[in-house]
């Protein structure tokens, strides 16, 4: 088995994006299917940061499902533009792990969209379980 952290200790991280020209339409404005996908990007790299990957929690049986996705586009993103893409853990229950996202262009600031997902945690088979101790940060071993 692999050896884990004992828990989380980084809840937000920020990665930069610059869309590729297969992600917009005609005019060089990203595609709205485009957010979820750098949503995932900053979830893997925030669990990274954490000395965790996606790869080996699920050799070890563990799995994050989407059950809920929302985006609000605020204003549209451009082909080739750096843009930066906060993503903040902002919730572990005993099943699922929230998170929030922001994206803004890089050289102003201006948010683009922000957005939100709930992954539940499950098995192998599918069925929920219950989160492991070490993706709670250090505040939440102390009930």
Excluded at 51 to 74: H, P, Q, W
Excluded at 110 to 131: F, H, N, T, Y
Aim: aromatic letters at 10%.
């Amino acid at each position: 088995m692999t050896q884990f952290p004992d828990c989380t200790k980084i809840s937000e991280h920020t990665i930069t994006i610059i869309p590729r020209y297969s992600e917009t339409d005609q005019a060089g404005v990203v595609h709205h299917t485009v957010y979820p996908v750098w949503f995932e990007m900053g979830r893997t790299e925030l669990l990274r940061v954490n000395g965790l990957a996606y790869s080996e929690l699920e050799k070890n049986g563990i799995y994050f499902v989407v059950s809920e996705l929302a985006v609000k586009y605020r204003r549209p993103a451009f082909y080739d533009e750096k843009l930066d893409l906060l993503t903040l853990c902002s919730r572990i229950t005993n099943a699922r792990v929230e998170h929030s996202y922001r994206l803004t262009r890089q050289n102003t600031g201006v948010m683009l969209a922000e957005g939100s997902s709930i992954l539940a945690c499950v098995g192998a088979d599918g069925k929920p379980r219950r989160m492991p101790e070490f993706m709670y940060p250090p505040q939440e071993y102390e009930k």
